[in-house]
């Protein structure tokens, strides 16, 4: 069976840590295997040696406190200091150090324990740069940003929040004291945020929220989960950015909008007056002027209610084909969600109208029984646009022996405006018209916000 102190004697061989005997004055007794690996010094070196050979010149005083600290009686806990390698570099360690008694209890050395340290300590030195850079940039970034629990309590808040806020600690904490959101708004900002949360989904919102001085400030306020290896949410991270001024800025240009439409209306209302007065017996060009007008007028709301960008290619049909709603015929809309650019919805709407007017009177819309198939889609390879207008079951169509200033509208300003190739045909079921252009004349979708 084995010796206590050959058992004892290989676990200090066999340690990973340096394990160093020394005396009370310092003198080298033992140096086992991993202290010659870890500080460069071999047995033979080192046993009958100061032990402060291995301290630099400017922890020599160290060694002094924990000679008198063993002399003592006392244990030194684990601490990181610096110890010289052979080579000269110096290395990180944790040091321990217990005093040895005898079987009368007399000190008669220490053992030292001895970690290379210097891997574990630069990782803790990355991860606070890195909290540090975190909190540098959470602290001092324009928008509030806030931490939550997976189930949404939030536990953090950075100091731009509780500056515009003036809310205590103890305050932010408590839901029911932390009560910024402007009441009218506050219950549905609850139940959007619990929404989110409980389908671990992105939030986000507008709402105001009280100042410390008392007024409301709109924000936008978004927040996203963040996941484990395993997937699972571990925390929240959000952000309430300040868009009153936006919001302020939009309603002036929604106003100069709703101005500049309004004046609009009625520049064409005094054309339309204009016209009748300059050619009050010809009723029939009166009317169709009137009506084109109004085609004007119906895509100038649509694209100020759109504040000029995309306009939806169905609601645009819709809102130009109004009028035909009771017509004898009938009419079907079909086509992919798709939207035009401003112009290309003024020359597509205006050319709507204008089939819908000339069916109404003469072709498929006019009698019952007569059909009309109204569509769009995306060219075949994938890009631009088709659109079509396609009439069946009407009174026997002629082609017009002369191209009036409809012809224009359905054709050439088409060709003209969107440099699109334009199909006319007169079969005797019905007009057929299709038009297909480039991607120009679909709106462009809007730019993705990482």
């Not at 032990?51 to 030194?76: C, F, K, T």
């Not at 989960?225 to 001024?245: A, C, K, L, Q």
């Not at 969600?337 to 050319?351: D, F, H, K, N, Y």
């Amino acid at each position: 069976m084995i010796e206590l102190r050959d058992f004892y004697a290989a676990l200090v061989e066999s340690s990973d840590d340096a394990i160093v005997a020394k005396n009370p004055d310092g003198i080298v007794i033992s140096w086992n295997p991993a202290a010659e690996k870890l500080f460069g010094w071999s047995s033979e070196e080192m046993v009958g040696g100061s032990i402060r050979r291995l301290l630099p010149p400017d922890r020599q005083e160290e060694e002094d406190q924990i000679l008198s600290r063993i002399r003592a009686g006392e244990r030194v806990p684990p601490f990181y200091t610096k110890r010289l390698h052979k080579n000269g570099h110096l290395l990180d360690v944790q040091v321990s150090v217990s005093p040895v008694r005898d079987s009368a209890g007399k000190i008669i050395g220490a053992s030292k324990l001895a970690r290379d340290v210097g891997e574990y300590l630069r990782v803790q030195r990355a991860v606070r740069e890195s909290e540090e850079r975190f909190r540098m940039l959470a602290e001092n970034i324009s928008q509030f940003a806030w931490m939550a629990e997976p189930d949404g309590n939030i536990f953090w808040f950075n100091k731009r929040w509780y500056e515009f806020t003036g809310l205590s600690d103890d305050e932010a904490m408590n839901p029911t004291r932390r009560r910024v959101v402007h009441p009218d708004h506050r219950k549905r900002v609850v139940a959007t945020y619990l929404k989110a949360i409980e389908a671990g989904e992105d939030y986000e919102d507008t709402f105001p929220m009280r100042s410390k001085d008392g007024e409301y400030c709109w924000f936008l306020s978004r927040a996203k989960p963040i996941r484990n290896e395993d997937g699972e949410i571990v925390r929240w991270f959000g952000t309430n950015t300040d868009i009153t001024e936006q919001r302020e800025q939009s309603e002036q240009i929604r106003l100069l909008l709703m101005e500049v439409n309004h004046r609009s209306k009625n520049m064409l209302t005094t054309i339309q007056a204009l016209a009748r007065r300059s050619a009050p017996g010809e009723a029939g060009f009166i009317a169709r002027f009137e009506d084109r007008v109004q085609s004007l007028a119906i895509n100038q709301d649509i694209l100020v209610g759109r504040e000029w960008r995309e306009v939806p290619l169905d609601e645009l049909i819709a809102l130009q084909l109004a009028f035909i709603d009771d017509a004898p015929g009938e009419f079907r809309v079909a086509g992919p969600p798709l939207s035009l650019a401003p112009r290309a919805a003024e020359v597509i709407g205006m050319a709507m109208h204008e089939l819908a007017t000339n069916s109404l009177k003469y072709g498929a819309l006019s009698a019952a029984g007569g059909s009309v198939d109204i569509g769009w889609s995306r060219r075949p390879d994938g890009t631009g646009l088709q659109v079509w207008w396609r009439e069946r079951g009407g009174p026997q169509v002629v082609e017009p022996e002369h191209n009036g200033f409809g012809m224009t509208l359905i054709r050439d300003v088409p060709q003209h405006n969107l440099g699109a190739d334009v199909s006319l045909k007169f079969h005797p079921g019905g007009v057929c018209w299709e038009l297909i252009c480039d991607g120009t004349a679909l709106a462009k979708p809007p730019p993705i916000i990482a």
